[in-house]
């Protein structure tokens, strides 16, 4: 199983990006689905989440980007996406999109590679 993470790069304050998370497998395998990020000499923390093991797509969203930050899931494509508007300095971070298979994949926890977004000026 392989996580590909793409879309990260430098906006101005108040832009937009839009974060790709390509499973190598259906994301229906998959209980959840989500963003972490982690800004220098910090830990890594959850950003969103999303479940795909069914189409209800329930998701989670840190209170500091809601309303900002919105998660969703492709099952044609087997990828998740992060959108990002309104976009501020403090959102700079390493962003690591992670996985949560489900009983076909011993309940494993998979990560793809960071993708960096930096908000500046």
């Known amino acids: 199983v392989q996580l590909q993470a793409s879309g990260g790069g430098l906006v101005q304050p108040g832009g937009s990006l839009r974060l790709s998370c390509a499973a190598s497998v259906s994301i229906w395998t998959f209980n959840v689905m989500g963003w972490y990020r982690q800004a220098p000499g910090k830990q890594r923390d959850l950003v969103a989440r999303?479940?795909?093991?069914?189409?209800?797509?329930?998701?989670d969203i840190i209170d500091s980007v809601k309303g900002r930050f919105t998660v969703s899931a492709d099952h044609f494509e087997n990828t998740v996406y992060l959108q990002m508007d309104s976009l501020k300095p403090e959102d700079t971070a390493v962003y690591y999109c992670?996985?949560?298979?489900?009983?076909?994949?011993?309940?494993?926890?998979?990560w793809g590679h960071g993708t960096l977004v930096t908000v500046s000026s």
């Open positions: 992670y996985a949560e298979g489900g009983q076909g994949l011993g309940y494993k926890t998979y």
């Open positions: 999303i479940s795909t093991f069914t189409s209800t797509h329930n998701t």
